[in-house]
Nanobody, 123 residues
Framework: QVQVVESGGGSVQAGGSLRLSCAVS????????MGWFRQAPGKEREPVAR????????YYVDSVKGRFTISRDNAKNMLYLQMKSLKPEDTAVYYC????????????????WGQGTQVTVSS
């Protein structure tokens, strides 16, 4: 059974940085797509970034380009999201997600989800 567990959330002032981590267990192959989503209070969950396990292809939504960096460590089955220049509007619960057994990473459909980790950015 694939399990996804996030960690690393917290509170930071605007302009600060945080790094989120995500442990993906139960599937040790690289043919998986992994992504980060977030859900702000009163809003729908939205995608943030995704990365494919077989190569270095990544995708970011416009609102985080240049500030967030997604990366993965296949040997450790870990996914990361380095967030810099954080803004109050980045405040949300951040979710890690994974799709396994895939030859591509071109959409935002994921089967396995973590419980989320809170990120709060104060002005």
């Amino acid at each position: 059974q694939v399990q996804v567990v996030e960690s690393g959330g917290g509170s930071v002032q605007a302009g600060g940085s945080l790094r989120l981590s995500c442990a993906v267990s139960g599937y040790n192959y690289n043919d998986k797509c992994m992504g980060w989503f977030r859900q702000a209070p009163g809003k729908e969950r939205e995608p943030v970034a995704r990365i494919f396990g077989r190569d270095v292809s990544t995708y970011y939504v416009d609102s985080v380009k240049g500030r967030f960096t997604i990366s993965r460590d296949n040997a450790k089955n870990m996914l990361y999201l380095q967030m810099k220049s954080l803004k109050p509007e980045d405040t949300a619960v951040y979710y890690c997600a994974a799709e396994v057994g895939t030859w591509a990473c071109s959409g935002w459909s994921f089967t396995y989800w973590g419980q989320g980790t809170q990120v709060t950015v104060s002005s």
